[in-house]
């Protein structure tokens, strides 16, 4: 299952980085994404990366800002979060398909879950 880490309290403008791992499990060859559930709202798209076919993909609300990557060496996904904002409160979570058949970045289409990591963006 995955375990999410990193979160935290932070002002506006600051940056913060998640970090994602399966134990025993190499994250890179999968289907990963980066979904978050803000206070009284639904889960929502943050990042994705496809494998088949290949591709990167963010939500509007974040591009130019958050950056989804591998972390080959130490076999973890990340998630760079810079120019924080308020409306970034969530609850983060790390999402896994590891049969490689989600073709979008959908919620639906990840069977594994982490229990998630909170970030709250406040003054």
């Known amino acids: 299952r995955p375990a999410e880490s990193g979160g935290g309290s932070v002002r506006p403008g600051d940056s913060l980085t998640l970090s994602c791992v399966v134990p025993?499990?190499?994250?890179?060859?999968?289907?990963v994404g980066w979904f978050r559930q803000p206070p009284g709202k639904e889960r929502e798209e943050v990042a994705c990366?496809?494998?088949?076919?290949?591709?990167?993909h963010y939500a509007d609300s974040v591009k130019g800002r958050f950056t989804i990557a591998h972390d080959r060496a130490n076999d973890r996904l990340l998630l760079r979060m810079n120019s924080l904002k308020a409306e970034d409160t969530a609850l983060y979570y790390c999402?896994?398909?590891?049969?490689?058949?989600?073709?979008?970045?959908?919620?639906?289409?990840?069977?594994?879950w982490g229990q998630g990591t909170q970030v709250t963006v406040s003054p």
């Open positions: 999402a896994v398909d590891a049969d490689v058949t989600a073709t979008t970045c959908s919620a639906s289409e990840f069977p594994d």
């Open positions: 990366i496809i494998r088949d076919p290949y591709g990167t």
């Open positions: 025993g499990y190499t994250l890179y060859y999968t289907t």
